[in-house]
């Protein structure tokens, strides 16, 4: 079974007849404070992003526009695909899950919001290092 705190989050949607209003708040909406915020745009289906796991950051990855897709695995052959493709949703990543994200449309803007400043030294980019930290070295 993959981790049960992987979750699909949906946001509170405001808004008349001149748009739409949806507001994300540090642990309100999601479970921690927000350190950093980027956004991956510009790339297409062939493109895989992501392919690490990290040791301390928890994230929230929501597509503002356009879809895409996250395929999320647990180090012990466990794994799942959460489709992102409604600007009011996203997907709440605990620390030490591997996570890919692909299956960019033309117009995808995901916004991935962490809760660590960039440190490289907590990311495991290597997936047999990564199922190794998992499994206390049982692979």
């Not at 642990?27 to 350190?35: A, E, G, R, T, V």
């Not at 493709?85 to 449309?105: A, C, E, N, Q």
């Amino acid at each position: 079974m993959i981790n049960r705190n992987i979750r699909m989050l949906e946001f509170p949607q405001r808004g008349d007849e001149r748009g739409r209003l949806v507001v994300v708040e540090g642990m309100q909406d999601i479970p921690f404070d927000i350190k950093r915020i980027f956004y991956i745009y510009d790339s297409n289906t062939e493109v895989i992003r992501g392919q690490h796991a990290n040791r301390k950051t928890e994230f929230v990855l929501i597509n503002i526009a356009g879809k895409s897709k996250v395929k999320v695995k647990d180090g012990r052959g466990n794994e799942a695909v959460y489709s992102l493709d409604r600007p009011h949703t996203g997907i709440y990543l605990p620390r030490m899950v591997w996570k890919d994200m692909y299956d960019f449309s033309e117009d995808s803007i995901l916004i991935c919001l962490a809760s660590e400043h960039y440190d490289p030294t907590e990311y495991i980019r290597d997936y047999d290092e990564y199922v190794k930290e998992i499994t206390g070295g049982q692979v």
